[in-house]
């Protein structure tokens, strides 16, 4: 084992992970009067003034380039590491190896590890502790998940949270966030993942990290969507208040893509809820509107199947949505299916097409375009039929029967005007 005391880190606690990108892996060599300036990095703050040998972290943390950040890197055991880190050359690895032991060469292996220069991250002695061992176990815990071994990576992973949590609660809170949102990937959204969600929002309390804030709310959100069904109304209240949260950080002039999404998954609760509640006119049209904000940043040329899914998705709810002018709500919504259909293809999702012409059918039975709907149902129809979805083509056979129950109507009513006008 590496003889770790003689050669430790120098400057403890370090931000390591507080930052993302590069700067999450440099390391800080010690600098006079830097106590303020480090109590404020741990907390995800830019501090007021930087000290001079903290130059190269500035650029890094301020979006320079690797070259740029390199220049400023100042001697010592920390450069030696930290030109590693920016150089992820095998030759620059091994130059560094040479002259790096005890816990600046297990974290150099750590970062060789992802940069793709070792097969494996390396074991974690029990005398390393705090935010060193859990960049470390952090590093384990992946090797674990891109090795399907998602049990021990979880594990991992809130290991590495509790061992920073003391000494560094940013650090913690990303893998809380990470290990919550490995378990609900693998289908778990059990109040123990609502609890790491939650303590790693508390552990940012305070800090300057509102994107990782608001990311975990989203994420939260997510959590409590997927319970909908089991939660009922009440998870699906939790999951707009979290995707709420995340619109207070998440606006479509600083972060477009993340405000689509979340105002798209923020509809979409809304629409799951029951329609015979009282408050389910007001939420339509919020949803309809959230939908609307979406398409303002997924366009059909930049974001295409985005822009498709948030398209069929505003379609429906239009469809559904409590209105004095219903009629233009279904002829817009006809009018959404007809963009989505041709950009999807019957060979490429059969199934899904199938479900946009069982849908655009509906509207249009709906405005008394019956011919225009029967055309689309009955397409709709072979399609489901021809992959096996049964259930899909009973449901539209019943709006067919419908039609043809109004087609029968409208032949009775014209002949008894007939008649009377014949006598």
Request: hydrophobic share 45%.
């Amino acid at each position: 084992m590496i003889s770790l005391m003689p050669v430790s880190i120098a400057l403890r606690p370090q931000p390591l992970g507080v930052f993302p990108g590069i700067a999450g892996s440099l390391l800080l060599p010690p600098a006079p009067a830097g106590e303020e300036a480090l109590a404020a990095l741990m907390k995800g703050r830019l501090p007021e003034r930087w000290p001079e040998a903290w130059q190269f972290f500035a650029r890094a943390v301020g979006g320079y380039t690797e070259a740029a950040v390199l220049e400023a890197v100042p001697e010592g055991n920390e450069g030696i590491f930290n030109r590693a880190v920016l150089q992820p050359a095998p030759e620059v690895y091994t130059w560094a190896r040479e002259r790096l032991g005890g816990e600046y060469r297990l974290l150099l292996d750590a970062v060789a590890w992802r940069a793709g220069l070792r097969p494996e991250p390396p074991d974690v002695p029990p005398e390393v502790d705090g935010e060193l061992r859990a960049f470390l176990l952090e590093c384990r815990a992946h090797a674990a998940l891109e090795r399907g071994a998602r049990e021990e990576g979880a594990l991992a992973l809130k290991a590495a949270a509790e061992a920073a949590e003391a000494v560094s609660p940013v650090l913690a809170a990303r893998l809380l966030g990470e290990w919550a949102a490995v378990r609900h990937a693998a289908g778990d959204a059990g109040e123990e993942v609502i609890r790491g969600y939650r303590r790693a929002l508390e552990l940012l309390d305070g800090t300057g990290l509102a994107e990782l804030r608001a990311e975990l709310w989203f994420q939260l959100g997510a959590v409590y969507q997927s319970r909908g069904g089991e939660g009922g109304k009440g998870a699906l209240l939790e999951a707009a208040r979290c995707y709420q949260e995340a619109l207070k950080v998440f606006r479509r002039d600083t972060y477009p893509e993340a405000y689509a999404l979340t105002q798209m998954n923020l509809a979409l609760v809304y629409l799951a809820m029951p329609q015979h509640d009282r408050s389910w006119p007001v939420r339509a049209a919020v949803a309809v509107q959230a939908l609307r904000e979406a398409l303002r940043v997924f366009r059909r040329e930049t974001h295409p199947e985005m822009w498709a899914s948030a398209t069929l998705n505003l379609a429906n709810a239009l469809q559904h949505l409590p209105s004095s002018h219903p009629e233009d709500n279904l002829w817009e919504a006809v009018a959404l299916y007809e963009e989505v259909l041709a950009v999807r293809r019957p060979e490429d999702d059969p199934v899904g097409y199938a479900r946009v012409l069982a849908n655009q059918g509906n509207a249009l039975a709906h405005l008394g375009a019956l011919s225009q709907a029967e055309s689309r149902l009955q397409e709709a129809r072979r399609l489901f039929l021809e992959y096996g979805e049964a259930e899909a083509a009973d449901a539209v056979d019943r709006v067919l029967a419908e039609i043809a129950q109004l087609r029968t109507a409208g032949d009775r009513a014209v002949g008894r005007v007939q008649s009377g006008g014949a006598s």
